[in-house]
C-alpha cells in the first residue's frame, strides 16, 4: 500500500467522518450490554500535525484546526471534541491528532470491544504500540476485509463496523461495497459506517448505486463537501453509508451538517446533504 494518512490527518475528511462515528457510538454505550468495533483499515492510530507530512499539506488546518479555533462549537460536536481530547492527551492542543482506532478506544467502556485491521506493518505496529495495556483492544497486522469475515458475527450481537479504505485502485470502491453486503448477510442487526472520497460526483454516485442494489434496509447517507464547485481530480468531499444508523441521527445530521459544511469551506459556503438511499 502507498497510501499514508500522516498527509491527511485531521483534514475535513477526518473531522466529518471522526465526527459522526462518535456519535453513534455515544448512542450505542448508552444500553450497559457490551458491543464490538471493529475498523477495517486503521492506520497508525496517532499522527504527528507538526511532522514533515503534515506540515507539507497542512490539512489539519482547515479540519480540526478550524475547530479547536472556534469559540462555540456546534453542541453535537462537543463529544467529538472532548474525545479528542480523551484520546491526546499529555499532548498540547495542535500537536496530534487521532485516527479512528484511538477514537473509537477513548469512546469505549470496560464491557466493550475493539478490533484493528490494518496490512501496513510500520503502522499496524505503531498501533499495537498506542494499545498497549488496553485488554479490550486487540490489534490485527491483517487485511481489513479478511477481519470482517473471521470476527462477524460478534458474540454480543451488537457492534458498529468502520469500512474506511483509501480507495487506491478503481476496483476498491466495489469491493468496499461487496465487503459491507457480505457482513451485513452475517450480522444484518450491526452497525456499519461506509466511508467514500468524492472527486468525480459519477463515482460516488455509482457506489451509492451498488450500495442500494445490495437490498440492504436503513441506510443513510451523509455527505460534507468543502468545495462549492466540484472538480474531477481533486478530494470535493466525502461521504459515509450508514446502515442502521442510530435513531434520531437524521435529524441530528440536517442540523448539524449546514454548520459543519460553513466551518470546513474552502469556496463559498461549502456543501452537505442527508438523505436516507433506502428506508425501513
Not at 486487540?138 to 477481519?147: F, I
Not at 441506510?219 to 453509508?241: I, M, Q, W, Y
Amino acid at each position: 500500500m502507498n497510501y499514508r494518512h500522516h498527509y491527511h490527518a485531521g483534514g475535513a475528511a477526518d473531522v466529518f467522518k471522526h465526527a459522526l462515528l462518535v456519535l453513534q457510538l455515544a448512542h450505542l454505550t448508552r444500553k450497559s450490554k457490551g458491543l464490538l468495533v471493529l475498523d477495517s483499515h486503521a492506520g497508525a492510530g496517532r499522527y504527528d500535525l507538526e511532522g514533515p507530512a503534515a506540515r507539507k499539506t497542512g490539512e489539519w488546518r482547515l479540519g480540526i484546526g478550524r475547530l479547536w479555533a472556534e469559540p462555540r462549537p456546534h453542541p453535537s460536536l462537543v463529544p467529538y471534541l472532548e474525545a479528542v481530547g480523551r484520546a491526546t492527551a499529555g499532548h498540547r492542543q495542535g500537536r496530534c491528532y487521532v485516527g479512528s482506532a484511538l477514537l473509537i478506544a477513548a469512546c469505549l467502556r470496560p464491557q466493550d470491544r475493539l478490533i484493528c485491521a490494518e496490512r501496513q506493518p510500520q503502522d499496524a505496529a505503531e498501533l499495537a504500540r498506542l494499545m498497549a495495556g488496553r485488554a479490550n483492544v486487540r490489534v490485527l497486522a491483517s487485511d481489513g476485509y479478511a477481519a470482517l469475515k473471521a470476527h462477524l458475527p460478534p458474540p454480543e450481537r451488537r457492534g458498529l463496523v468502520l469500512i474506511d479504505p483509501p480507495y487506491e485502485t478503481e476496483a476498491e470502491a466495489e469491493r468496499a461495497v461487496k465487503a459491507l453486503s457480505a457482513a451485513h448477510r452475517r450480522f444484518a442487526t450491526g452497525g456499519y459506517f461506509l466511508w467514500y472520497p468524492i472527486k468525480a460526483r459519477a463515482e460516488a454516485d455509482r457506489l451509492l448505486a451498488q450500495v442500494k442494489a445490495t437490498g440492504i434496509r436503513r441506510v443513510l447517507v451523509a455527505e460534507v463537501l468543502p468545495f462549492a464547485e466540484p472538480r474531477p481530480f481533486r478530494l470535493n468531499g466525502s461521504g459515509l453509508v450508514m446502515v442502521n444508523p442510530a435513531h434520531g441521527l437524521a435529524e441530528t445530521l440536517r442540523d448539524l451538517l449546514p454548520w459543519l459544511a460553513r466551518r470546513l469551506a474552502r469556496e463559498g459556503e461549502g456543501g452537505c446533504r442527508v438523505a436516507w438511499l433506502v428506508g425501513e
